[in-house]
């Protein structure tokens, strides 16, 4: 089985700059180094946007000296929070295709896995919402005509599916029904990754299976319903390991506590 790391929402900053008092590059270097340390057989690493907190170029090069530590292959994409420009000029392993987007498509094994941009630097969304363009889609359904693996991954920031949390729900992606639709159509047991919630949910949108990690640095308090977009709280970085096995992805998520966990065996639960 394949491996692959996934980060999301890292929220980089300038040096003496917080979130809640948090660090994000300080989270970001803990979470990194539990996740080399435990699987550093992994054969990749993605990352699903908001790879700073506000778009700045000194943001991206802050974010490039952290994931320096990181000796395996790094693919990104961009979320609401990212400038295209910026971090393309800083980052050389942001994802682009042809047209100039965030977006990459890799073939693992029995598994395909599909990077899409959701950025929408148009105003097309309501404001920290994602939008595919024609140009985007039409990239996609290329990706899925010419590619005959059986199992299909397509990971992204903003998730085209509700989530409970009304206020991230309201910036979700904007037209998730064409993408839904897409996708459900193309023939293969497909899995979406996402971020951009701040938090682990997983379920069924139609025929498809989808799985939202948290962040490094910060998360969204578990408060459904009712509620602002950007409620933060302080609990452990987290990161996603994704087995792509032929049967199809397998998703795990790791919490980073600030003490290491200890590991025993209980004899009688054996």
């Not at 394949?2 to 999301?8: N, P």
């Not at 990706?143 to 991230?168: K, R, S, Y």
């Not at 949108?205 to 509620?227: A, D, E, F, I």
């Not at 452990?236 to 096995?245: D, E, M, N, R, S």
Request: net charge negative; charged share 20%; glycine share 10%.
């Amino acid at each position: 089985m394949r491996k692959i790391l996934f980060l999301t929402d890292l929220h980089m900053t300038d040096a003496g700059q917080t979130i809640i008092g948090l660090d994000p590059a300080e989270r970001l270097a803990r979470v990194l180094d539990h996740a080399l340390a435990h699987h550093g057989d992994a054969a990749h690493v993605l990352i699903l946007g908001d790879l700073a907190h506000h778009g700045r170029p000194a943001e991206y090069e802050r974010l490039a000296a952290v994931m320096a530590r990181c000796p395996l292959p790094i693919t990104a994409t961009l979320g609401n929070h990212d400038n295209r420009a910026n971090a393309r000029a800083a980052l050389p392993w942001l994802a682009r295709d042809d047209a100039g987007f965030a977006q990459a498509s890799f073939g693992w094994g029995d598994t395909r896995v599909i990077v899409l941009d959701t950025l929408d630097e148009d105003g097309i969304a309501p404001h920290h919402g994602g939008y595919l363009c024609g140009t985007r889609m039409n990239w996609l359904r290329q990706q899925l005509h010419e590619t005959l693996e059986p199992n299909l991954l397509v990971a992204l920031h903003h998730p085209p599916l509700v989530t409970g949390f009304d206020g991230m729900d309201a910036i979700h992606l904007s037209n998730a029904p064409e993408l839904v639709s897409i996708l459900s159509r193309q023939g293969r047991p497909a899995h979406l990754i996402c971020g951009h919630v701040h938090r682990t949910v997983s379920g069924r949108t139609g025929v498809l299976s989808y799985t939202l990690l948290k962040s490094p640095c910060h998360q969204m308090p578990m408060k459904l319903g009712p509620g602002s977009s950007g409620l933060s709280v302080d609990e452990p970085g987290a990161y996603g390991i994704v087995l792509l096995h032929d049967s199809g992805p397998i998703v795990h998520t790791e919490d980073v506590f600030d003490a290491p966990s200890s590991v025993a065996e209980d004899p009688k639960s054996a």
